[in-house]
Structure formats: structure tokens, C-alpha cells
């Protein structure tokens, strides 16, 4: 194994900083993931999908929520979030019109829905899970950008079924309910699978707030016909992460360190600060998946809303 020599470390630290051209693009390299957001190439969902082998990227539902972590495997996720795609398209009324999977991921509910029948419509930003998609499901039309830019002119009133699963919270709120009002046919449903904050915090914004989200609804031809708190159902994935970040990330991580500091203290001296940011880091990023602060600051929602032909039509 390569020694750490932090001379060498030092100089070539140096050279990044000091000569232009590797100053241009250690600019470019900090700047890079600002201009071009999580949704372009989104590196990992592409791992989840490595790891769990069924396409799906979402949490995924647990008819027995009490269910310990230390009882499930990676087949009972993978499980539970088949049962997860089986609910949302339990929901679809319309089966003869096409569906629209905003969102797609690795084209998990796609297969499903191929697999029924339905004549399903590939929805992503993602230039990697575009082609990804395209590869495995060569039948299914894939519109590969964002969803508040899809063409309303081709699409208007063509969907009998939109699904969000888990990418609601990624769309722009003040545009996504008006969009979906116009591409779906009246009678047409809209079905929601994701989580909304309940709370304000200032470190975890992820999903849009409750409240302002039945605010954006009002005006559109969309009404919210069923809705089902199923955020004990998707806990135990959380869980079960949780675990294995604490049990067996967060050590190995600690273990490093500690070696680092014992066999190199030079090294470890020079980049305490970085070290200890990555561990704060890490422990940040934990709390992320815990199923306890998730469940007090956020609900899991299924969501059903119909079009209906009574409302003002939006110009």
C-alpha cells in the first residue's frame, strides 16, 4: 500500500492552488454541482439501484410497521417497496389511458406498469436514468427533462394518470399543480406518494411543507379525493438504515480516524479540522434517516386527486 508522505501532499495541495490552470479547474470543480443540481446526474440513486436489484428508489411499505430492523434483510426492503409501487397503482381508475411516471428513477414502477398492461410514459431530468430506462424499457416513451417544462401544447389533457412517487417534493410547488391540471384528461387522477414537513427547520428541508401544498391546489380543476398518513408503513426502511449507519458506518469511519491519528499524526494534524468536519458531516447526515426525527418533523402521504370537469379550466 501506497505510503502518506505529507510533503508530498503539501506540495501537490500547493500546486492546485498556485498554477492558473489548475486553479481554473479546481473553480470549475467547486462550482460544478451548483450549476447543474442533484436532478442532472444524481450518482446516489445510481448506487441504491446497484444495491437493491428491483429498479425502485423509494422507501417503500411495511404492512407490519412494528416490525425491528434487526429482523429485515435486503430482500424484505426490496419487498416492501414492490408492495409500495402494487398500492400506487392500486389507485389507478382509467386503465386504458397512458400514465405518466414523473420522476422515473431506474424505471422500477415502469416495469409494473408494463407488466399490467398500462401504457406508461418515462418521465426524468436525469440524463443517466434516461439512458439507463431507455436501455431496459425500449417500449416506453421517455420525455428526458423537467417536469415544469414538459410541453403542454402536446400533452394537454392526454394522461388519464399522473404519479409522484417521491419526486413531488423535487418539483417547483408554485408550478407542478397547475402543469399536472393541464396535461391530465378530465377524470384523469393524480396520484401522490411522497412526504411532507409538518415542522420548520433550518436543517432539513427536504419535502414541501403540508399546509403550503393544499394552498397551490386551490384554483386548479385538482381535488383531493383520498389521502392515507402512511408514515409508519415506510419507518423500518429508515430504520434499518439508521441502524447500519450507526452500527457500522459511523465506526469504521471513527476506526479510520483513530488509525490515521495513531500510524500518521503529522497527516492527522495537518487536516483535523477537515476530519472533524467530516464527522460532523457524517453524523449530520445520519440524522437524516433517523425514523425518529423523521416521524416528528415530517407525514408520509398517499395522495389521490381527480380532475373534475366543474372547476375553471386555468388559462
Not at 268 to 273: I, R
Not at 280 to 290: K, M, Q, R
Amino acid at each position: 500500500m501506497r505510503k502518506i508522505s505529507v510533503k508530498r501532499a503539501a506540495i501537490q495541495a500547493a500546486k492546485k492552488l498556485i498554477y492558473p490552470s489548475k486553479l481554473l479547474q479546481l473553480s470549475r470543480l467547486a462550482t460544478k454541482n451548483k450549476h447543474s443540481g442533484r436532478v442532472t446526474n444524481d450518482k446516489q440513486l445510481k448506487v441504491y439501484s446497484q444495491v437493491l436489484s428491483a429498479d425502485f428508489l423509494h422507501y417503500g411499505y411495511f404492512d407490519d410497521p412494528s416490525i425491528v430492523p434487526e429482523a429485515l434483510s435486503l430482500h424484505d426492503i426490496e419487498q416492501a417497496q414492490l408492495r409500495y409501487a402494487q398500492l400506487l397503482l392500486g389507485q389507478i381508475s382509467d386503465k386504458g389511458a397512458p400514465v405518466l411516471d414523473v420522476g422515473c428513477g431506474m424505471g422500477g414502477l415502469l416495469n409494473l406498469l408494463l407488466e399490467k398492461g398500462f401504457s406508461p410514459f418515462a418521465l426524468t431530468p436525469d440524463r443517466e436514468q434516461a439512458q439507463y430506462v431507455r436501455e431496459k424499457y425500449s417500449t416506453v416513451p421517455i420525455i428526458e427533462g423537467k417536469f415544469e417544462d414538459m410541453p403542454e401544447d402536446r400533452y394537454r389533457d392526454f394522461f388519464g394518470t399522473i404519479i409522484t412517487s417521491e419526486s413531488l417534493q423535487y418539483l417547483d410547488l408554485d408550478k407542478a399543480p397547475r402543469r399536472v391540471d393541464r396535461l391530465l384528461k378530465t377524470g384523469g387522477r393524480w396520484i401522490v406518494g411522497d412526504y411532507f414537513r409538518i415542522t420548520e427547520t433550518r436543517e432539513r428541508k427536504s419535502g414541501h411543507v403540508w399546509e403550503k401544498f393544499l394552498e397551490k391546489l386551490e384554483g386548479t380543476s385538482c381535488k383531493l379525493v383520498y389521502q392515507q398518513d402512511i408514515t409508519r408503513n415506510v419507518l423500518p426502511t429508515l430504520a434499518y438504515v439508521d441502524m447500519w449507519g450507526r452500527k457500522a458506518g459511523l465506526p469504521a469511519v471513527t476506526f479510520s480516524i483513530e488509525k490515521l491519528q495513531k500510524k500518521h499524526p503529522a497527516v492527522y494534524f495537518l487536516f483535523a479540522e477537515l476530519i472533524e468536519d467530516l464527522r460532523v458531516y457524517i453524523a449530520d447526515h445520519l440524522d437524516l434517516v433517523s425514523p425518529e426525527i423523521f416521524a416528528r418533523e415530517k407525514k408520509y402521504m398517499l395522495l389521490i386527486l381527480e380532475k373534475v370537469a366543474t372547476a375553471a379550466r386555468q388559462p
